[in-house]
């Protein structure tokens, strides 16, 4: 049996059934690349951090962690959109220049969300200069798009 105030590692979907804010069986405590020391590091320059090393789900991890009533939640929160906003850009930039640098060393520190966003600017891009080359027929919608617009119609469907 644990004693109260024990520390031990529990999966994120059990510590999320477990954490009730009126019975209090369990208080989460923040891993280290959301504690406040790492919030001021991202404020600086968020670009100079390898999320892949430190999360490699940084955004959907810290987006799961505003479930549980931490006093520092708006400041997560706040740290999480800020650091997507800042290192959007150059993820897009550097995949619309793929073919001109080498990108594998900033690709390396990406989290898997950005990495995705990466991909989907080079097909974009790969997609494009074959339209351009007269090598495809035509442009398609990307499957981000298509997708957008099967969800808003559907929304004003009901």
């Known amino acids: 049996s644990f004693m109260q105030g024990s520390k031990l590692e529990i999966p ?4 999320k059934g477990l954490h009730d804010s009126k ?3 369990v208080s989460v405590e923040l891993p280290k ?3 406040e020391a790492w919030r001021t590091v991202f404020s ?8 892949h090393k430190m999360g490699p789900y ?3 991890f810290g987006s799961q962690l505003l479930n549980f009533d931490n006093p520092e939640n708006p400041e997560i929160a706040q740290t999480i959109l800020q650091t997507f906003i800042s290192r959007f850009r150059r993820i897009m930039d550097s995949s619309q220049n793929a073919y001109n640098e080498d990108t594998s060393a900033l690709v390396a520190r990406l989290d898997e969300l950005e990495r995705a966003l990466f991909r ?6 790969n997609d494009f200069q074959h339209w351009e080359k007269g090598q495809a027929s ?3 919608a990307s499957s981000l798009v298509q997708n957008y617009g099967k969800r808003k119609f559907t929304d004003t469907d009901g």
Do not use: E, P
């Open 23 to 25: 019975r209090r069986i």
């Open 44 to 51: 600086a320059d968020a670009n100079v951090v390898d999320l």
């Open 120 to 125: 989907a600017g080079q097909r974009g891009l």
């Open 12 to 15: 994120l979907w059990l510590a």
């Open 138 to 140: 035509q442009i398609t």
């Open 58 to 60: 940084y955004y959907g």
């Open 33 to 35: 690349i959301y504690k």
